[in-house]
């Protein structure tokens, strides 16, 4: 299959700088989001996934310099 497909229809993992702009654009004062816990111990038990902490970090970060 070429071009656009249904495979992704959200992408906020990797879009979440842009999602935020969009939020401070339309002037939302509020964000809820839930932590995945399985992206940050995928084993349930063990070793964190920094790469799902980072993400986390970064979103996190990313929502408060932008009030």
Not at 25 to 34: I, P, Q
Not at 41 to 53: A, D, S, T
Request: charged share 25%; proline share 6%; net charge neutral.
């Amino acid at each position: 299959m070429q071009g656009p497909s249904p495979d992704i229809a959200c992408d906020g993992y990797h879009k979440y700088k842009e999602d935020i702009q969009l939020m401070v654009d339309t002037g939302l004062d509020a964000y809820r989001f839930s932590i995945s816990w399985s992206r940050l111990i995928p084993n349930g038990r063990g070793p964190v996934n920094v790469k799902g902490l980072r993400y986390y970090n970064n979103l996190i970060n990313e929502l408060i310099r932008d009030g």
